[in-house]
């Protein structure tokens, strides 16, 4: 029976996609972003999510238990050091994923999955969002001056009448 072996083994033996899975967690730790199809971000987010949990605490046993999924010096010092201050107050989904279409050649769809706390245009799109929030409030008086002015012209439009 399949009890619980609900995973995407994404066409790979269990050897080659662990790897596979590993290098992609390197390369999103030290570049923030990367691009891959669709199954393969959701199948990282799945693998990196509770590595970036376990750096929350530096322990020599939480560094060990990381380095035995990524094996790179390098990547565990990045994960450790910047990533986990980045993220020490996010309660989880550490990860985004956004697709971006379809692939030419074989029409597979396409994302990119980025940390959270690393992409600036995000960041910068809620600060506007908090402005249009304000610009609404203070739109609403200008409304209330519009309305008089409004029952000024039906006047001067019925005196005219008579």
Not at 13 to 40: C, F
Not at 52 to 66: E, G, L, P, W
Not at 73 to 100: C, M, N, Q
């Amino acid at each position: 029976m399949r009890h619980n072996k609900k995973f995407n083994h994404l066409g790979r033996t269990a050897s080659h996609r662990n790897a596979m899975l590993a290098n992609m967690a390197i390369s999103l730790i030290m570049h923030k972003r990367i691009t891959t199809t669709l199954p393969k971000a959701k199948a990282l987010k799945k693998y990196v999510e509770p590595l970036i949990t376990k750096s929350k605490n530096d322990t020599t046993n939480s560094r060990r238990v990381v380095f035995s999924y990524l094996q790179d010096k390098h990547a565990i010092t990045e994960l450790f050091k910047e990533i986990s201050v980045k993220v020490a107050d996010r309660p989880g989904g550490y990860t985004r994923i956004i697709k971006t279409g379809f692939r030419a050649n074989d029409n597979a769809p396409m994302c990119f999955i980025e940390l959270v706390d690393y992409d600036e245009n995000m960041a910068k799109t809620s600060v506007k969002k908090a402005t249009r929030t304000r610009r609404s409030k203070k739109s609403a008086t200008p409304a209330a001056e519009v309305a008089p002015a409004a029952e000024n012209v039906e006047t001067t439009s019925a005196e005219t009448v008579e």
